[in-house]
T-cell receptor, first 113, second 116 residues
C-alpha cells in the first residue's frame, strides 16, 4: 500500500488567497483525521471523519477553515481566506475501525506571506 | 476529557546513554497507548503500541515501553541511544474519555537530541 498521500507537499501563498490541501487515505480505512502542527501549539486535531461523515470539527480554528470528504478515498481541507498565522504543517492520517493506530501522511507545509 | 502529559519537553543525551521519556494519562480505565516518533522534517510514525496483554511492549529500533496501570503511565525506554534517534516523540492515548471513535489524544511531545 502506498500509505496516506497528501498534496501538495509545500504550498506558498499570499494572504487572502484560497488554499486547498488534499489527502488520500489508505484504502479500506474508515477514519480520516486532519491535524495542524506548529512550534507554538504542537499537534492539534482539526477535524475527523468516519465513513466520510464529519464526526468532530471542534478543533477547526474558525469559519475560514472547511473540510470535506466526498468519498472514501479523498478529502480536502480548505482555508479561505488564508492568513499568515495559518502557516503550519498540515497532516492527514487514517485508521481502521477497531485498530486506533493512525497512519500519517507526509504533511503539507503551508506558508502564507 | 482525556489528557496526556509528557513532562520532559527537551532532552539532550550523549550517544550510548540510556533513555526514559515519561508519559502519564488522566484516565485509569481501559485505554490503548501509543508512542509515535517524528524525525526531522518527516511525518509521525508509530514506534510501538499497547492494547492488552504483556505490559512491557517492544517496538522498532530497540525501543520499549512499560504500561503501569496503577501509575497511569506508559514510559518509553531505550537502553542505548544513537545519534539517529534524534527526533520528537509523542505519547498518545485512546480511551473512553478521548471523544469517541479512533480519535487519539496526543501529548505535547518531547524533543530528543542525541549528541555524538
Amino acid at each position: 500500500d502506498a500509505g496516506v498521500i497528501q498534496s501538495p507537499r509545500h504550498e506558498v501563498t499570499e494572504m487572502g488567497q484560497e488554499v486547498t490541501l488534499r489527502c488520500k487515505p489508505i484504502s479500506g480505512h474508515d477514519y480520516l483525521f486532519w491535524y495542524r502542527q506548529t512550534m507554538m501549539r504542537g499537534l492539534e486535531l482539526l477535524i475527523y471523519f468516519n465513513n466520510n461523515v464529519p464526526i468532530d470539527d471542534s478543533g477547526m480554528p474558525e469559519d475560514r477553515f472547511s473540510a470535506k470528504m466526498p468519498n472514501a478515498s479523498f478529502s480536502t481541507l480548505k482555508i479561505q481566506p488564508s492568513e499568515p498565522r495559518d502557516s503550519a504543517v498540515y497532516f492527514c492520517a487514517s485508521s481502521l475501525v477497531g485498530s486506533d493506530e493512525q497512519y500519517f501522511g507526509p504533511g503539507t507545509r503551508l506558508t502564507v506571506t | 476529557a482525556q489528557s496526556v502529559s509528557q513532562h520532559n519537553h527537551h532532552v539532550i543525551l550523549s550517544e550510548a546513554a540510556s533513555l526514559e521519556l515519561g508519559c502519564n494519562y488522566s484516565y485509569g480505565g481501559t485505554v490503548n497507548l501509543f508512542w509515535y516518533v517524528q524525525y526531522p522534517g518527516q511525518h509521525l510514525q508509530l514506534l510501538l503500541k499497547y492494547f492488552s496483554g504483556d505490559p512491557l511492549v517492544k517496538g522498532i529500533k530497540g525501543f520499549e515501553a512499560e504500561f503501569i496501570k496503577s501509575k497511569f503511565s506508559f514510559n518509553l525506554r531505550k537502553p542505548s541511544v544513537q545519534w539517529s534517534d534524534t527526533a520528537e516523540y509523542f505519547c498518545a492515548v485512546n480511551g473512553p474519555l478521548t471523544g469517541g471513535g479512533n480519535k487519539l489524544t496526543f501529548g505535547t511531545g518531547t524533543q530528543l537530541k542525541v549528541e555524538l
